[in-house]
C-alpha cells in the first residue's frame, strides 16, 4: 500500500512540475496538433518510468536488506 502511495505521489509531482515535457504538451495544445497523440505517449512513458522507478527501488531495497 505503501508503494501505491509513492507512486501517485511521484506521478502527482511530475504532473505538477513545469519541465521539458509538459511544456511540449501545452505547445502541441495550444497548436492544437496531435493533442491526443502526444498526451497518450507521455502518459504512457510516464506511467513506464514511474513504475520502473518504484519496482526498481523496492528491488533493490529488498536486496540490500538480506545482506545485513
Do not use: P, R
Not at 14 to 39: D, H, M, P, T
Not at 49 to 67: A, D, E, V
Amino acid at each position: 500500500m505503501s508503494f501505491l502511495v509513492l507512486g501517485f505521489f511521484t506521478g502527482l509531482s511530475l504532473i505538477l512540475a513545469i519541465g521539458a515535457q509538459n511544456i511540449f504538451v501545452i505547445e502541441q495544445g495550444l497548436k492544437k496538433q496531435f493533442v491526443f497523440l502526444v498526451c497518450l505517449i507521455c502518459a504512457i512513458s510516464d506511467f513506464i518510468l514511474i513504475f520502473l522507478g518504484i519496482f526498481l527501488f523496492h528491488y533493490f531495497n529488498n536486496f540490500f536488506y538480506t545482506f545485513c
